[in-house]
């Protein structure tokens, strides 16, 4: 056994402190061969300090594409070729949208936009979207609108947002090639006011944007120091017309060390399946990372790109008789 494995064990699933930076570039560096114990670790670990269920969450956009910023991932930005145009979604389709998420069961919903941050046009129609749906739907209601300034972190807590996500998408040192048009500080201290508000904190990234392995590993020390509620964990779905629309799929077994090596550095964290895991993984690499310390799924299709139906997902997760979270426990 590995001697990273072994520290884990103690460390971690005995006393649940996560691994540190050097700890998780250790994981991310294992052979192949030692694969399947560091997945049965880490589940261990997600069994121990988080539990067997699994929270199920739906997600909707209320304007996608147009957005100026040049995340060099993203088919939304309007700086980019790519065939996303700026569209808005209106308020009865948001509801209608947040009734069929309730339908299979999840208890998050959250209400997307593609924009820096929200100007006065935007939060009035996320209010008006948030009574809507709180009137009719009986979810919780999450937010992901961009950087926000204090005013609008109070004016979310007043609506009654559950939950906000503001992904820092990678590691300090690798942002910049990233991203040109804000800095991952800027992204930090919106991560900082939500925290001090009271919202659960959402964050996380996408790998595979050609950061290294070391870049990796600061990436998961960085978002244990934040320590968030839940972390969305994507891989890199290149979108034609992006500037990283070339780049190649992270590989499968990569895909699940880096799931492995996130849980053993967070085991108190929701680690959540978001884009990606469709081409990274396929059936049996998303029956493995279930398996291997997530223990949340976003269902149905994503900002941009298709996903899995939302029954295919909730079938393998009776098939491993992994209960889905129910929302009187959220509450």
Not at 62 to 80: N, V
Not at 201 to 210: N, S
Not at 306 to 326: C, F, H, N, Q, S
Request: net charge negative; hydrophobic share 40%; proline share 5%.
């Amino acid at each position: 056994m590995p001697e990273i494995l072994d520290q884990a064990r103690t460390q971690v699933l005995e006393n649940g402190v996560g691994l540190d930076e050097a700890g998780a570039l250790a994981v991310l560096n294992l052979p192949d061969e030692h694969l399947p114990a560091a997945l049965q670790l880490a589940h261990e670990v997600r069994m121990r300090w988080c539990g067997p269920e699994v929270e199920v969450e739906g997600i909707v956009s209320l304007k996608t594409g147009g957005c100026p910023e040049d995340c060099h991932f993203c088919s939304q930005s309007g700086l980019f070729t790519s065939p996303v145009r700026a569209v808005w979604l209106d308020i009865p389709s948001l509801v209608e949208a947040a009734k069929q998420t309730a339908k299979t069961g999840a208890t998050e919903f959250c209400i997307v936009a593609a924009v820096r941050g929200p100007d006065d046009r935007l939060m009035r129609q996320l209010r008006e979207g948030v009574a809507a749906i709180r009137a009719e739907v009986d979810i919780h209601v999450a937010a992901s609108v961009g950087m926000l300034t204090q005013e609008q972190v109070d004016e979310l807590v007043e609506m009654g947002v559950h939950r906000y996500n503001h992904n820092l998408e990678t590691c300090r040192s690798y942002f910049p090639n990233v991203v040109t048009t804000h800095s991952w500080e800027e992204r930090w201290e919106t991560l900082r006011m939500v925290r001090a508000s009271g919202m659960e904190v959402c964050c996380g990234g996408i790998l595979g944007l050609g950061e290294t392995v070391e870049q990796r590993a600061e990436f998961a020390a960085q978002l244990a120091e934040l320590d968030p509620h839940e972390v969305p964990l994507n891989f890199l779905n290149p979108r034609p017309g992006t500037p990283l629309g070339d780049r190649p799929v992270v590989e499968g077994k990569d895909a699940l060390r880096a799931i492995a090596a996130f849980r053993l550095a967070m085991p108190r964290t929701i680690l959540r399946y978001a884009g990606g895991r469709e081409i990274t993984l396929g059936d049996l690499g998303t029956r493995s990372g279930l398996l291997g310390g997530i223990n949340a799924v976003i269902v149905g299709n994503y900002l941009t790109t298709l996903g899995r139906p939302a029954t295919t997902d909730l079938e393998l997760l009776d098939d491993l008789k992994m209960p889905v979270k129910a929302l009187s426990a959220t509450l």
